[in-house]
């Protein structure tokens, strides 16, 4: 007999459809990219191709495809093009979150393809996100549900200074039915939000994944966290494949003290310790969260990034640090990473995360047609952080495309208009 988790166990059954139909003679690509200056990582790809696109997956990937093959044709003029950038922590919630954004408004500015909502919603409405705004979207939408019954709905007031608003029971729940789209559970661990509850919420979040019985990540926001001993103890407690989001925060907690996961210039023990057990460690810049002194040390001490998120929310967007998934890549780029490194933190790393999509995060052949167009603009280029620390760089990033199960946003326009 098959159970739930026999269901969403196996992807044959989970995705059906997800495969690609052998093209015959006078079969037709129903979107050709031209000229693009690939880059995927995912299987060390770089350099002029063509891409074909056909059912909404990628078709083909070649040196040069015929214009005539195809029913639409969208010339990349040499831009760079990756498979679709995913952002594993953003606020796309609008209505229910205080800080929500459209997904499909962050396009223009992100070029992404895939985001992950952040604890925007808890248990008590996430289910209007999934009825109401994930459907609407053609950016692929996946989620963390907050330890928290209300999510960020009550925002700027802080979610958990009463710990009975974090319920293991209902998050679990939540998990366990919406498992297709929920990742696992969000908490926010900084003093700021949490008050003097310790490692409390923490230890919920965690109890609720394990309480879901099925497969649940934590994403644990830190900056500013209560006690310098504090952090390590987050850093213990998390497991492998839990986020530790923030990773570079500098914000300091209401006393003054940095209390993060370099104090005093040096990395903690227990940041190394993480890493190796397998703790994904995640930029999340957002507004106030990422600090070029706090990075600078952290990677030059072993703790390199995994992933690279934007928290983009309607107040990180209007900061200086311009939080914006190819702007922040600059950034680590500058930090000294390789443009593939931040390619592949941006694609294939996220989407291990997610885990629901065959070949989600490449342009290998059957992979979901998301496909990001950027502009590599060379050149002298200053960036500020979020504590107003800058730093030079001699290249940027700019969002110039993007192309989502197989339709450009934008020209050429597919005749009818639909997206799955």
Request: net charge neutral; charged share 20%; hydrophobic share 45%.
């Amino acid at each position: 007999m098959l159970t739930r988790r026999h269901l969403l166990a196996c992807p044959a059954i989970a995705l059906p459809g997800l495969s690609l139909a052998a093209m015959g003679p006078n079969d037709k690509f129903d979107l050709l990219i031209r000229n693009a200056n690939v880059l995927d990582p995912s299987q060390n790809l770089s350099g002029r191709r063509d891409v074909g696109i056909r059912h909404g997956l990628v078709a083909a990937v070649e040196a040069s495809i015929p214009p005539e093959r195809a029913q639409r044709v969208l010339d990349a003029g040499g831009k760079l093009v990756t498979p679709g950038l995913i952002d594993l922590h953003a606020h796309s919630y609008p209505y229910g979150s205080a800080i929500g954004i459209p997904a499909d408004e962050l396009v223009a500015l992100q070029a992404t393809t895939t985001v992950v909502s952040a604890g925007d919603a808890g248990a008590n409405n996430f289910a209007a996100f999934r009825r109401f705004i994930a459907p609407g979207s053609r950016t692929r939408q996946f989620a963390f549900v907050h330890i928290g019954i209300v999510g960020l709905a009550g925002f700027p007031v802080p979610e958990l200074f009463n710990i009975d608003y974090a319920r293991p029971d209902a998050a679990a729940r939540v998990v366990a039915e919406n498992a297709d789209m929920v990742l696992g559970v969000k908490v926010r661990m900084s003093e700021n939000v949490v008050a003097r509850h310790g490692l409390e919420p923490l230890k919920r979040a965690i109890a609720a994944c394990e309480m879901a019985g099925v497969p649940a990540r934590v994403m644990a926001h830190i900056g500013g966290v209560s006690e310098k001993a504090l952090m390590s103890q987050i850093l213990d407690a998390l497991r492998p494949g839990d986020v530790l989001t923030h990773c570079y925060s500098g914000a300091r907690n209401n006393a003054g003290e940095g209390t993060n996961i370099v104090q005093d210039g040096k990395l903690l023990p227990a940041a190394l310790e993480a890493k190796r057990r397998g703790v994904l460690f995640d930029i999340g810049h957002g507004g106030g969260s990422f600090d070029y002194t706090i990075a600078e040390a952290a990677m030059a001490q072993g703790a390199l990034p995994d992933t690279i998120s934007s928290d983009i929310h309607a107040f990180s967007g209007n900061t200086p640090g311009m939080p914006y998934m190819p702007w922040v890549m600059s950034k680590l780029i500058g930090l000294g990473l390789s443009l593939p490194e931040v390619v592949a933190m941006s694609t294939a790393a996220p989407a291990r995360v997610i885990g629901r999509i065959p070949k989600h995060g490449t342009l290998q052949v059957g992979a979901p047609a998301d496909l990001s167009f950027l502009d590599v603009v060379e050149g002298p280029v200053e960036f500020v952080d979020t504590m107003g620390n800058k730093r030079s760089g001699k290249m940027h990033l700019k969002p110039a495309g993007t192309v989502v199960a197989g339709v450009a946003f934008g020209r050429p326009y597919q005749s009818p208009f639909s997206v799955r």
